[in-house]
């Protein structure tokens, strides 16, 4: 019904390779954001909970009050539980070395010239 009134020739479905790589580094960063939303709740309700439900009941009881859905939820489990671990088990060597993963490249993955920032 609605193509009479877009033409496709208006509405492409398909980006550019350059907007395709920009909408899936923002895709990336919004779901990065959303799980650690998610890590920061349950973390909260664990605390609230703590004196009525341990950890690992009120983190279930979490996911599903909220619905997350899979694969989501195993991924805040896992980190919720990493937070909580900290406390309870000794800092790895791994751990305690300075950050040394490599330079991403934005200019890279947008398509552009090195140095320029592009916007979507």
């Known amino acids: 019904m609605l ?3 877009l ?3 208006l509405f492409p479905r398909k980006l550019p390779p350059a907007a395709e790589r920009r909408m899936r580094l923002a895709q990336a960063r919004a779901e990065e954001a959303l799980v650690r939303t998610h890590v920061e709740n349950a973390l909260t309700f664990v605390d609230a909970l ?3 439900l341990p950890f690992d009941r009120a983190i279930d009881t979490y996911i599903r009050e909220m619905a ?3 694969p989501l939820a195993s991924v805040v489990v896992t980190r919720v ?3 909580l671990g900290r406390d309870l088990l000794p800092t790895s060597r791994a751990e305690q070395k300075e ?3 490599p330079r991403l490249r934005l ?3 947008s398509g552009g010239k090195k140095g320029e920032i592009r916007r979507a």
């Open 3 to 5: 193509d009479h009134f």
């Open 50 to 52: 703590a004196e009525e």
């Open 68 to 70: 997350v859905p899979e």
């Open 81 to 83: 539980l990493v937070v």
């Open 107 to 109: 200019s890279e993955a």
């Open 7 to 9: 033409p496709e020739s």
């Open 99 to 101: 950050d040394v993963r």
